[in-house]
């Protein structure tokens, strides 16, 4: 089964069913100790590109914001056997459209969004016919969308899954989430807790 692991803040670690692992925007929190295939950079913040936590595999890759938008273009490709990653728009004020990405991974009949650092994005609309099955989205209302917009932006893309992350600066995990973050698919989910995305 393909499963998640939340290690806190805006990091993840995907494994798929086939065993490979992908991490996402490494930085906060535990599990760094299975080696990766791949790793996914959302953009160059400090608090997302902590690649040195993890041991890349032999033949494993480094996939940046600047890899997978080049000149307005986002690209997309097989990055792995039967695992294909999009780029897709993510900015605000803090975030430039031209730096930042998010990514579509589709892997395992899944389809799975990691948002990055955003705010609400023209892009999320063109989701809903996509059939995501699990969206991950910052909510800390600093630097990105604050619960509240996340939760509306969960519910414009209508993945079967809205899982609300990046909650507070410096800080794994936010305990109010629940209580702002409305979405009407809303997953939550702790650091050091594993999702089975199958279910």
Not at 12 to 30: H, M
């Amino acid at each position: 089964m393909a499963r998640i692991l939340y290690q806190g803040h805006g990091s993840l670690r995907l494994t798929t069913q086939s065993g490979a692992v992908v991490y996402i925007d490494p930085y906060a929190g535990k599990g760094y100790d299975v080696p990766a295939d791949l790793i996914l950079i959302t953009h160059e913040h400090y608090d997302h590109t902590k690649t040195e936590l993890v041991t890349l595999k032999k033949g494993g890759r480094v996939y940046r914001s600047a890899d997978m938008l080049r000149r307005g273009v986002y690209r997309s490709g097989e990055l792995l056997p039967g695992l294909t990653v999009t780029a897709v728009p993510a900015c605000n004020k803090n975030h430039p459209i031209d730096e930042c990405v998010g990514y579509l991974v589709k892997v395992d009949g899944l389809l799975i969004y990691f948002a990055g650092d955003t705010s609400r994005t023209d892009y999320m609309a063109k989701m809903a016919d996509m059939g995501v099955d699990w969206a991950f989205l910052p909510t800390d209302g600093i630097y990105n969308m604050d619960a509240k917009e996340a939760a509306s932006c969960a519910d414009l893309i209508g993945a079967k899954h809205s899982v609300p992350i990046h909650s507070k600066p410096g800080a794994l995990y936010d305990d109010t989430l629940p209580e702002r973050f409305k979405a009407k698919t809303a997953t939550f989910v702790r650091p050091g807790e594993t999702m089975d995305l199958n279910q």
